[in-house]
């Protein structure tokens, strides 16, 4: 019998490569071919498997009141406790606009800015490498497990595509990248039609510098609602499955077109193997941060000792 899951663990390179290349001639771009120009997936990677997708803007932090009484817990924004979305964006631009010769009122390429130079923002990071997202995933607390997400971007963009339509009429809708712009511009200035937009948007900005393009960077820009992903998306239909030992018979069908994403965990006594394997095929810090800080991260990263890889070597 054919073995399907919603979430599987990986605890090797060549598992993770096999589950993705499984999963896209399950969900092809179409059903005649897959076209080989198209991104099919996008990925993230998360250290820690309890973090949710949500941007950074919206983050909560959880504050105990008592240590002695760990049930009395207090929930603040983490960012906009003392100032608004915008306030935040305000006083990016005014810090940065002597390094950036940007227009004040050009609030998306703002925004792009902001979220890669690490000011709070709606933006969330995916990429379309899905050895980068498994970089991420690995590279920072090793104590605790590990999640990629993976988006089949065409079948998403499918379901999010929708809501414009009570955004724009047909006859004013533009190309993706100045309806993007237009929506943030909304948003950040409180105008009410914003609330038409719902679910998170994804598109790919211009890349600004080196590590963005190194990255295969891609956004996914939130709307009205403040909800992580996997909340305002939680239905058992939009999850893809994998079959383990799939059979010579292929179909495409409502399931193809409808399911978008799915989860992968690393187990924390895996990152650092895993490292060393993404290390081999180029992936590292000195490839995903161009510089001279990335080159000192590659040294540090790769004479670190870690616990689980010495029970490994002995």
Known sequence: MQQTQIKTE??????????????????????????????VFLYRGMADESYKLIPSVFREQENELDPEEPD?????????????????????????????SLPSNQLLQWAEYAQHYGAPTRFLDWTGNPLVALYFACKDKHDCNAVVWILHA???????????????????????????????????????????????????????????SAQNSRFMVWGSKTEPFEDLLAKEEYHMSYIAEPTADKCYGDKQEKEFWYRL??????????????????????????????????????????????????
């Open 265 to 314: 965990t690393v187990p924390a006594s895996r990152k650092q193997s895993i490292l060393r394997e993404l290390d081999t095929v180029g992936i590292n810090e000195k490839t995903l941060f161009p510089g001279l800080d990335g080159i000192g991260r590659y040294i540090e990263k790769k004479y670190r000792l870690d616990y689980h890889e010495l029970l490994e070597c002995l």
């Open 72 to 100: 009395r817990v207090v929930k603040n924004k983490t960012y906009c406790a003392w100032a608004s979305e915008k306030k935040i964006l305000q006083s990016f631009i005014q810090e940065a606009s002597c390094y950036v």
């Open 154 to 212: 065409l079948n998403y963009q499918g379901l999010s595509a929708m809501q414009f339509l009570g955004y724009v009429s047909p006859l004013e809708y533009k190309d993706q990248k100045t309806l993007v712009a237009d929506i943030v511009a909304d948003i950040l200035n409180g105008e009410s039609r914003n609330s038409d937009i719902e679910y998170p948007i994804l598109y790919t900005p211009y890349y600004v510098d080196a590590r963005m």
């Open 10 to 39: 990986v605890s090797h390179l060549s598992d993770y490569l096999k589950i993705i290349e499984r999963l896209k001639e399950d969900y092809p771009t179409g059903p005649m071919l897959n076209n080989p120009t198209e991104t």
